[in-house]
């Protein structure tokens, strides 16, 4: 098992056990974990937390995605301050606003895929400046009102392709362009697929 590469599926209502032996598994380069657990409480936080110290044990990790719906993850820790630095592909369900500016440290990243499936509180603005997405190429994101959306200057400087997935709802009323697309001076595509269903 040491040597396997490849483990999807990873659920957080798995055994204790079998979390914590995740940290074994330093030969990993792919890993998916779900968190979509149904208890709450101090057993579902000490699962987040094996899971993150596991996380931080995996030093060969280049592609990591995180499904989860459940806020528990959230509230008992800060999920993303343990995403390995070396990750090269994130992607990730119910980020934060403030979480982008976190992920923009991670100096390896080139793929990033973030879904945020409820209604914006706060306008995600990329930052701009030295060391931010450095080598980043490919961005999606998925979000019910894209215009609260910012570039600032410098952000993403090496960004090739840009996905944008957002509702058709209420775009006439708050917009379906994000601010600063121009200052992404590397971008040779941009794709907009429209859904209709969920805000």
Not at 51 to 78: F, P, T, Y
Request: hydrophobic share 40%.
């Amino acid at each position: 098992m040491k040597s396997l590469r490849t483990l999807g599926q990873f659920e957080l209502g798995n055994s204790l056990d079998s979390i914590k032996g995740l940290r074994e598994l330093t030969n990993l380069t792919n890993l998916e974990i779900s968190f979509n657990y149904s208890k709450s409480g101090d057993e579902a936080a000490a699962r987040c937390r094996e899971v993150m110290r596991a996380l931080e044990n995996l030093c060969n990790l280049k592609h990591l995605h995180i499904d989860s719906h459940n806020k528990l993850v959230r509230s008992c820790l800060d999920v993303w301050r343990s995403v390995p630095p070396h990750l090269e592909s994130f992607h990730a369900r119910e980020v934060l606003e403030d979480d982008v500016g976190m992920l923009s440290h991670l100096p390896s990243l080139i793929h990033l895929v973030l879904n945020i499936r409820r209604a914006p509180e706060n306008k995600i603005i990329v930052s701009g400046g030295s060391g931010s997405f450095p080598i980043l190429k490919h961005f999606t994101i998925v979000y019910g009102r894209i215009s609260y959306l910012t570039f600032e200057a410098g952000a993403m400087p090496k960004l090739e392709r840009l996905e944008l997935c957002f509702n058709a709802k209420g775009c006439d009323k708050y917009g379906a362009a994000p601010a600063g697309i121009e200052h992404l001076p590397g971008l040779k595509e941009i794709s907009v697929p429209i859904g209709g269903g969920w805000s």
